[in-house]
């Protein structure tokens, strides 16, 4: 299964992230320094493993920092 | 045993608390998790949770039996517990609807997943059992919670805008005067009903019923209250003292309603409560009458409640202490709008008043 930043970015504002926040996030950039916080960030991760049918481990979460590192997490596993 | 002696057995019994690099599995309620959420609860509240259950094992196996609690708990492998969470029975008259709360994480797993998968364990039950649909109470005085709710993929129903005491609240350091509360649904199982609108809140119903999809005959409410016998409504009264909140649930209407109330509001005024919220089933076809009695002594609009009774209810509140609405930080633009709405209607009272 392969995976856009576009729809990585839909999938942050289908859990309610603020557009403004979503629309403006470096996709290279951590997250966390980009106005995503820790109360957010969990949740992507429940509707990215749903979206994608992948498992993400807490060792797996810390270490998806960007966009790019979800991209990448789901083409590793294509 | 009892809260006094559990809470000495726990004060008591040494325990070292999991560092956090352990991995835990999350899991269902069984009986060996019991004295795990006690001291869990212990860690996270102290001595000064409310609710004498959570730090009483026995207590907590017979109610997970009984179905009023449903835990979620996250063990390690020594059987720490970790993080819990649940489904309960609460306030509402209706079973099969469960208030999920009860959230509690070992500090040192916050940085993990681990509540947002307790979570999501709990919501595989929603649908599941006797459980057809779910509720929480997010505060106002921070929006953390309310983010959490969003895993819960409810929706904003419902605002309390100055529900508990800020003393409450202490350990958040985040709050004064009273804390607002935001109410968010989500019903999984139903059955088509007729529900009776009241005329002057038609737009606002329209507008807290959306995105719940529920299937409903809706009409307006057009009878009046009933004449009973005896002329005596039935207002089942839940007082918390500590908080100053009374919940009445009005059983049955009757042509004596606005008398009881006032009877209610001069004795609880008395006592110092700040709040009184009147909970009505929209499933009555004397709904627009209670509202109107309601509306005529200063109750202002809090919200759509789906399945509160099995029916619908709706909440009404009178204020025996001002809201702080400026105070009251929401995340949702749902939230806000449905804040707007209560502000406009609490002026309403006002200025009827």
């Given at each position: 299964m392969s995976v856009t930043i576009a729809a990585l970015k839909e999938l942050m504002l289908a859990t309610g992230l603020d557009a403004e926040l979503v629309r403006q996030l470096d996709p290279a950039r951590p997250l966390i320094q980009q106005g995503v916080d820790s109360v957010d960030y969990p949740g992507f991760i429940l509707a990215f493993e749903e979206a994608y049918g992948v498992a993400v481990s807490d060792a797996d979460s810390l270490r998806l920092k960007t966009l790019d590192d979800f991209m990448n997490f789901v083409a590793a596993r294509a | 045993m009892d809260r006094v002696e559990a809470l000495r057995q726990l004060r008591e019994t040494p325990w070292t608390a999991p560092d956090g690099s352990e991995k835990y599995t999350v899991g269902y309620f069984e009986p060996t998790a019991a004295a795990g959420i006690a001291r869990l609860s212990y860690t996270v509240y102290g001595e000064g949770y409310p609710v004498d259950t959570y730090y009483i094992p026995e207590r907590l196996i017979e109610e997970n039996e009984r179905g009023n609690i449903r835990s979620v708990v996250a063990r390690t492998a020594s059987s720490d517990v970790v993080a819990h969470g649940a489904l309960y029975r609460s306030s509402p008259p209706n079973p099969n609807l469960y208030e999920y709360g009860l959230a509690m994480t070992l500090p040192s797993f916050r940085a993990s997943m681990v509540f947002a998968r307790v979570t999501q364990a709990a919501m595989k039950?929603?649908?599941?059992?006797?459980?057809?649909g779910i509720f929480s109470e997010g505060v106002c005085n921070h929006i953390i919670t309310q983010k959490f709710s969003a895993l819960l993929k409810g929706v904003e129903t419902a605002l309390e805008p100055a529900l508990m005491p800020a003393d409450a609240y202490t350990t958040e350091q985040s709050s004064e005067g009273r804390v607002a509360c935001v109410i968010s649904f989500r019903v999984v199982r139903d059955q088509r009903r007729v529900i009776f609108l009241p005329r002057p809140y038609l737009a606002e119903l329209e507008f807290m019923m959306s995105g719940l999809a529920l299937d409903r005959e809706l009409r307006v409410s057009q009878d009046a209250l009933p004449a009973l016998p005896e002329a005596s409504s039935v207002i089942d009264v839940r007082r918390f003292a500590s908080a100053g909140v009374a919940r009445c649930t009005l059983t049955t209407p009757g042509d004596d309603l606005a008398t009881r109330l006032l009877e209610l509001e001069s004795e609880l005024a008395q006592q110092d409560y700040a709040l009184i919220q009147v909970f009505v089933n929209l499933g009555q076809a004397s709904s627009g009458a209670v509202v109107d009695a309601l509306r005529g002594q200063g109750y202002s609009l809090g919200g759509f409640l789906p399945t509160w009774f099995g029916e619908d209810g709706l909440l009404l509140q009178k204020h025996l202490v001002s809201p702080d609405f400026e105070g009251i930080k929401l995340y949702s633009d749902r939230a806000k709008a449905l804040l707007e709405i209560v502000r406009c209607d609490w002026l309403r009272a006002q200025n009827n008043g």
């Open positions: - | 039950l929603v649908g599941t059992d006797n459980i057809d």
